[in-house]
């Protein structure tokens, strides 16, 4: 089982550069999830999806954008990278009441 | 706003210790409570979800309680191993309109077992 995949798993990007992250579920869950992990503290949400078509903005929202344009995917976007942006990506997905799925992640630095 | 705190930040022990992390949240209107162990270079894997309405759960050596008046909550290790190093993350389950949820995480407790 494939279960939650993240790509890439390594990135590094200059200030100012774009780029997508892509998460992809074969669980067929409803729900998707992009977090940020910084050193000393939890993950925060960032953005998340109901389903396809819908998302909404978690608590750190800003300089990123979503779209969920297929059930299985997930993709965050960050236009023009910062420092501050600098950080371990993970995306989850989950079903119902379920525990939500993570993926291992992707490292990104913003040099 | 929730902020959910974990004790000790970083842990050493001896194999074959039974040893206690700490989580503590400010609200209490939680949905429901979630322990993650998360290793190196890797994401998340849930150990035990407790739901507002129980106390406990228990999966093989882990042992969970939640005490949401106190807003506290508690996961023992029994007999740990060095496999069991690992840093170990809870998260408080709160719903959001619409009938889904939100994780707010602690910072983790960073465990590290010894031979």
């Known amino acids: 089982n494939a279960g939650v995949t993240q790509t890439p798993k390594f990135r590094v990007l200059k200030t100012g550069q774009s780029m997508t992250l892509l998460c992809a579920q074969d669980m067929n869950h409803e ?7 910084d050193p000393g503290m939890g993950l925060r949400l960032i953005h998340y999806s109901v389903g396809e078509g819908t998302t ?3 608590e750190v929202p800003d300089g990123y954008n979503v779209s969920r344009l297929k059930k299985q995917n997930f993709l965050l976007g960050l236009e023009s990278a910062a420092p501050s942006q600098t950080s371990v990506y993970f995306c989850a997905s989950k079903t119902g009441d379920q525990p939500q799925h993570f993926g291992d992640g992707t490292r990104l630095s913003i040099l | 706003k929730q902020e959910v705190t974990q004790i000790p930040a970083a842990l050493s022990v001896p194999e074959g210790e039974n040893l ?3 989580c503590s949240f400010t609200d209490s209107a939680i949905y429901n409570l979630q322990w993650f162990r998360q290793d190196p270079g890797k994401g998340l894997t ?7 309405s129980q106390r406990e759960q228990t999966s093989g050596r882990l ?3 939640l005490d949401k008046s106190s807003g506290r909550s508690t996961l023992y290790i029994a007999a740990s191993q060095p496999g069991d190093s690992a840093t170990y993350l809870c998260a408080v389950i709160r719903p959001l309109s619409g009938g889904y949820n939100k994780l707010i995480f602690g910072a983790g407790t960073r465990l590290a077992v010894h031979p």
Not at chain 1, 31 to 37: D, E, F, K, T, V
């Open chain 1, 56 to 58: 909404a903005k978690g």
């Open chain 2, 20 to 22: 206690v992390l700490n």
């Open chain 2, 63 to 65: 042992n969970a309680s």
């Open chain 1, 31 to 37: 729900y998707m999830y992009w977090y940020r992990q």
């Open chain 2, 46 to 52: 849930s150990l035990l979800l407790i739901q507002s």
